[in-house]
C-alpha cells in the first residue's frame, strides 16, 4: 500500500524518524484534512510506534494526494475531539468502529 498510498486519498503516507532508533520510516495510513488540519484515524490503537514517534518529535511530514505537507503538534486524542475534523459523512461509521484514538496535526 505505501508504494501509491500518497496518490489515492483518503490514503497517505507518514514521514517519521524513531525515537529510539533515529532511522527514518515511513508508514501507509487513512488521513482526511480539515480547515483544522489534519486527522488520521488509529485502526491499530493508540499505543503503535508511529504516533509516539510524531508526538515525541512534535512534527512529520505527511504525503497525500501528490504532495508533501509538514505536520506540526499531532497530538492522540479521542473521537470526541476528532468528530468535528472527520468527514460528515464517515463520522457515524468511525463511532460505531470504536477506533481507539485519533492524531490530530495542524499543517
Known sequence: MGTFAWLVPPLAVVHHVGRKTGHAYRTPVVAFRSRAGIVIPMTYGRDVDWARN????????????????????????GFDHARGRLPAALRAFFRAADVPGYVLADT
Open 54 to 77: 510524531i508526538v515525541r518529535a512534535r512534527k512529520c511530514e505527511l504525503d497525500r494526494m501528490g504532495g508533501r505537507v509538514t505536520l506540526r503538534n499531532p497530538r492522540i486524542v
